[in-house]
């Protein structure tokens, strides 16, 4: 199952806004975001019978600092017959500008580590340079794509000025690092939570803030001749500071939802770059 890092992005997960210099970027709260995971549904081919799990995702940093994102998502997976914990454990650092982006990622299996990647990529004009630590050295050159947080500013950007639909390229080191996806988005009317949403008492001080319905599915076209299915797709409630919540991650066979239950905001970043 790929696991996205633009999930929240897509949860934080694209040249850069217009010409717009690091202290012009658009703000993103630095926040510790907590989400409940469960079954969605799933189909007899899957073979899934149940599912739950938790995801925590840490964003950190500023333009002129550079972006940190520290994730977590954990899921046991119940097939009748057997039951599997899957735990992937993800550290990445994206620069202001959006040029370099590295990431390390641990994922285990009922608690033994099963892969570990490593890495560092940076955008060119022409092209993405991959340089692979782990689990072997290796050098790959991808065609020009973006990084998760620029990904998101500019979707924060566009959605701020009412376009609704776009395509653009992502990288962000999931499975192998040897991919760059093509995602669509769709952006939905900017909306005010009601009375009864059940994550109003996690959100806080942030309950009135408006949110745009976002859905990006994302396509893998390294196959040419392959049929435009999306891999995956992810919906959620996409607030103008990056939060995101509300979650529902598609993966064909089977989707899960993603409930925000609890949420710290961290001190706001210096205003302005020395």
Not at 190 to 199: G, N
Request: negative net charge; proline residues 5%; hydrophobic residues 35%.
């Amino acid at each position: 199952m790929r696991v996205s890092r633009s999930i929240i992005f897509a949860l934080v997960g694209l040249p850069l806004l217009g010409a717009a210099t690091a202290s012009e970027a658009v703000p993103l709260i630095a926040h510790r975001a907590v989400y409940d995971l469960a079954l969605d549904k799933a189909s007899d081919r899957s073979g899934i019978t149940g599912l739950r799990g938790r995801m925590v995702y840490e964003f950190n940093g500023s333009p002129c600092e550079g972006y940190t994102v520290n994730f977590r998502f954990v899921t046991q997976i119940d097939t009748g017959e057997s039951s599997r914990m899957n735990d992937q454990q993800t550290t990445t650092f994206e620069d202001g500008e959006g040029k370099t982006f590295s990431f390390v990622t641990k994922s285990y299996t009922d608690q033994a580590l099963e892969k570990e990647l490593k890495g560092t990529a940076t955008r060119e004009p022409d092209k993405v340079k991959v340089e692979i630590e782990k689990p072997e050295k290796n050098s790959l050159e991808l065609r020009p794509s973006r990084f998760p947080t620029e990904h998101l500013r500019e979707l924060i950007d566009k959605a701020n000025k009412g376009q609704s639909f776009y395509e653009t390229d992502i990288f962000d080191g999931s499975e192998n690092a040897d991919k760059v996806m093509m995602t669509t988005v769709v952006v939905g009317k900017k909306s005010s939570a009601s009375p009864s949403d059940p994550e109003l008492p996690a959100l806080h001080e942030l309950a009135t803030d408006k949110y745009w319905p976002v859905d990006i599915a994302y396509f893998d076209d390294s196959n040419e001749g392959g049929e435009e299915v999306p891999e995956y797709r992810i919906a959620f409630k996409l607030h103008e500071n990056g939060l995101t919540r509300d979650l529902v991650m598609d993966y064909g066979d089977f989707s899960m939802k993603g409930k925000l239950v609890d949420l710290a905001v961290f001190d706001k970043p210096a205003a302005s770059c020395k």
